[in-house]
């Protein structure tokens, strides 16, 4: 039985931006003004799915 390809835990910040339907502009901002937790090791920055997906949930508003 093969088993299903996972989805990866950090994006990069392109994929990031492709998962969030955005520009690396706004995921900037997002990052830098709204508190989006971002990782930078030896200068690479990765954002954990999650993160990014609670992020997004956290400003979701009821349809009227």
Known sequence: MKTQPTAPIYLSMANACRA?????????????????????????KRIKRADLEQFLDSYKKPVA
């Open 20 to 44: 969030a339907g955005v520009t690396y502009k706004t995921l900037r901002l997002w990052t830098d003004t709204y508190g989006l937790p971002v990782i930078t090791i030896g200068g690479i």
